[in-house]
T-cell receptor, first 112, second 116 residues
C-alpha cells in the first residue's frame, strides 16, 4: 500500500533540544494529522490540521499544514524523555472517504 | 472522550484456528471503524473500512474471506482472522471515526496476534 515519506527515519537528541520532522507526498491532501505511538500501543492523536497554511500548537508541539498541501511539519520544543516514541503523520486525500494514508514514521530517542 | 478499546490485547493460537478481535468505541457512536495491520518496525497499513449495518470495504490485496469484519452496532466492530497461519502474526489496530472532529480517527490500543 501507499505510504507517505517521513524524515528523518530516526533521531537521537539531547533532553531540552528542539525536534523537527516532516512528511511529504507527491499528491495533495485535504487533512494532515500527527500521531505518536508507544511500543505495543495504538497511535495517539497529537494534532489535526484541516487547512493549507494552518499552524496549530498542542503544548510543546507545533504542526503546520504546508501551503502546497503536499507536506506537513511537526516541531517539538524543549524535548523531555517521555517524548520518546514513534511519530507518524497521516494524510487524508479526499474529504468524505475518511481513509488515512500513514507515513513511514520517525523514531525519536531522547538522551537524558 | 473518544476512547476506543480492543479485546483481547494479546492472543496466541495454533495454526488453522480462527481468532476474533473486538473493537469498541466507549464514549461515542461510530458508524465507521477501520482495521489496520502493523508489522514490526513498520507503519500502519489499512486493511478495511467497517461500516455499521453494511458490508466492509477491503483494501486491495486483503482477502475478505480470510479477514471477516462485522459491524453489528454503533459501538462494536469485530475482525475474525479465519484459519490463521504464522504469516498472519501481526499487531492489529482498529480505529473509530469520531463524530466530534471532522475526519478524525481515534485508535484502539491494538491486539498482538501470534500464530504458532
Amino acid at each position: 500500500g501507499q505510504q507517505l515519506n517521513q524524515s528523518p527515519q530516526s533521531m537521537f537528541i539531547q533532553e531540552g533540544e528542539d525536534v523537527s520532522m516532516n512528511c511529504t507526498s507527491s499528491s495533495i491532501f485535504n487533512t494532515w494529522l500527527w500521531y505518536k505511538q508507544d511500543p505495543g500501543e495504538g497511535p495517539v492523536l497529537l494534532i489535526a490540521l484541516y487547512k493549507a497554511g494552518e499552524l496549530t500548537s498542542n503544548g510543546r508541539l507545533t504542526a503546520q499544514f504546508g501551503i502546497t498541501r503536499k507536506d506537513s511539519f511537526l516541531n517539538i520544543s524543549a524535548s523531555i524523555p517521555s517524548d520518546v516514541g514513534i511519530y507518524f503523520c497521516a494524510g487524508q486525500r479526499t474529504s468524505g472517504t475518511y481513509k488515512y494514508i500513514f507515513g513511514t514514521g520517525t523514531r525519536l530517542k531522547v538522551l537524558a | 472522550g473518544a476512547v476506543v478499546s480492543q479485546h483481547p490485547s494479546r492472543v496466541i493460537c495454533k495454526s488453522g484456528t480462527s481468532v476474533k478481535i473486538e473493537c469498541r468505541s466507549l464514549d461515542f457512536q461510530a458508524t465507521t471503524m477501520f482495521w489496520y495491520r502493523q508489522f514490526p518496525k513498520q507503519s500502519l497499513m489499512l486493511m478495511a473500512t467497517s461500516n455499521e449495518g453494511s458490508k466492509a470495504t477491503y483494501e486491495q490485496g486483503v482477502e475478505k474471506d480470510k479477514f471477516l469484519i462485522n459491524h453489528a452496532s454503533l459501538t462494536l466492530s469485530t475482525l475474525t482472522v479465519t484459519s490463521a497461519h504464522p504469516e498472519d502474526s501481526s499487531f492489529y489496530i482498529c480505529s473509530a471515526l469520531s463524530p466530534s472532529g471532522p475526519d478524525t480517527q481515534y485508535f484502539g490500543p491494538g491486539t498482538r496476534l501470534t500464530v504458532l
